[in-house]
Nanobody, 121 residues
Framework: QVQLVESGGGLVQAGGSLRLSCAASGNIFSINTMAWYRQAPGNQREWVASRVSGGASNYADSVKGRFAISIDNTKNTIYLQMNNLKPEDTGVYYC???????????????WGQGTQVSVSS
C-alpha cells in the first residue's frame, strides 16, 4: 500500500513563500509522474504543476515563474516551492503520483489528503 502525506501549508501574507512537501511511503518501486493540484472553496480541483521523473516540469499559467515542483528520490518526497504568493493561490493543495510497486508492475495513481494554504492580502 502506498500513502502520501502532505505538509507545509499555512497562512502567509501576499508576497510570501511556502514550501509544500509530499512524503510517499509504502511499497514503492518507482515514481513515474508527480503533480500538485489545488481546490479553492466553491471551485473545482485544478492542476497546478506536474513532472515526469527525469523529465521536464510543467506549470499552470497562473503559477508559472512563481512555483517550482521537485522531487528528492532518496526520500520519495515531492516538493512545491511557492514564491510571491497571491490571495488567489488560497486553497487545499493535493499531491498525486503515478507509481509502480514492483518491477514490471502496473502504474497506479495515489493521492494525498491535502494541506491548506491561505494567503492574506
Amino acid at each position: 500500500q502506498v500513502q502520501l502525506v502532505e505538509s507545509g501549508g499555512g497562512l502567509v501574507q501576499a508576497g510570501g513563500s511556502l514550501r509544500l512537501s509530499c512524503a510517499a511511503s509504502g511499497n514503492i518501486f518507482s515514481i513515474n509522474t508527480m503533480a500538485w493540484y489545488r481546490q479553492a472553496p466553491g471551485n473545482q480541483r485544478e492542476w497546478v504543476a506536474s513532472r515526469v521523473s527525469g523529465g521536464a516540469s510543467n506549470y499552470a499559467d497562473s503559477v508559472k515563474g512563481r512555483f517550482a515542483i521537485s522531487i528528492d528520490n532518496t526520500k520519495n518526497t515531492i516538493y512545491l516551492q511557492m514564491n510571491n504568493l497571491k490571495p488567489e493561490d488560497t486553497g487545499v493543495y493535493y499531491c498525486t503520483i503515478q507509481a509502480r510497486t514492483s518491477a514490471g508492475g502496473r502504474r497506479n495513481e495515489y493521492w494525498g489528503q491535502g494541506t491548506q494554504v491561505s494567503v492574506s492580502s
